[in-house]
């Protein structure tokens, strides 16, 4: 069984602002290709032009309907990767120490060299932000591109995970959710950020923010209504004198 450290210097973690994402899947595949040559890499790919492909993908986009209590459907795109936990059920289930929680900034990383592939950690992470990776056999999950946000080679605006760097809504946050005053816990805070299914007790770093009522009409429109009824009963300004005119010839 490893151990979760007792306390972190730094809770690093993403803000996803559900009212925002379109659901365009660029953080997936800015993802997907960061994580092909960075940290951990390579994320393999099986049958990936035939008829049933499969791969290792660190962060998905799913869509559902949702209805609320009063106006039309809306569809909401939900983004979905590793929370890196406060309390972490695939850390303390994994036999080897593979997976893990760092005690400077609390990303939860998988030590490659010490993963056997046993799948416990899948089975205990209740939100399925795990994978087995095809080829190499073993777990792969979100780094928060641990490899980018330390490295003092890029350009400070793009030391950020690859998903937010490249979201074109801004839906997706970076920041240290333990500092009050940091951009991320501002955000949480004026927007009642939530945690994703909080009954299971894992305290997730990662929060989401709730979609907003869409604007509603106080009564309805008919779009068609300027064909079908005139603007005024009678002519006025150039149309009247036009009108008045023909009726002399």
């Given amino acids: 069984m490893t151990r979760l450290p007792a306390e972190t210097q730094k809770t690093l973690g993403l803000v ?36 049933a492909p499969t791969g290792t993908f660190l962060n998905r986009v799913h869509s559902y309907e949702v209805q609320p209590d009063e106006g039309a459907a809306q569809l909401v795109h939900f983004p979905k ?7 972490a059920p695939c850390v303390t289930v994994c036999p080897t120490g593979a997976s893990y929680k760092r005690v400077e900034d609390g990303i939860v ?31 792969k999950k979100c780094t928060l591109c641990v490899d980018r946000i330390y490295n ?6 793009d030391r950020v995970p690859a998903c937010v760097r490249t979201c074109p809504a801004g839906a997706r946050h970076f920041g240290d959710l333990s500092d009050p005053e940091s951009d991320v816990s501002k955000l949480v805070e004026a927007r009642g950020g939530m945690d994703l299914a909080p009954e299971q007790g894992t305290k997730p770093v990662n929060k989401y923010l ?20 005139p603007v005024a009963e009678e002519p006025t300004g150039f149309l009247a004198w036009l009108d008045r005119t023909l009726e002399k010839l």
């Fill in 152 to 157: 003092d080679t890029l350009p400070e605006v």
């Fill in 210 to 229: 709730p979609p907003r009522p869409r604007d509603r009409m106080e009564q309805e429109i008919d779009v068609l209504a300027p064909w079908l009824a």
């Fill in 81 to 87: 990767s590793c929370l890196h936990c406060e309390d």
């Fill in 109 to 139: 990383l998988v030590n490659e060299d010490a993963c056997i592939g046993c799948g416990l950690c899948a089975w205990a992470c209740p939100y399925g932000a795990r994978e087995m990776d095809g080829d190499a056999g073993v777990m």
């Fill in 16 to 51: 996803i602002d559900l009212d925002t994402c379109v659901g365009c899947h660029a953080c997936v595949i800015a993802c997907k290709g960061w994580n092909d040559q960075g940290y951990g890499a390579p994320l393999s790919d099986q049958d990936a032009y035939g008829t």
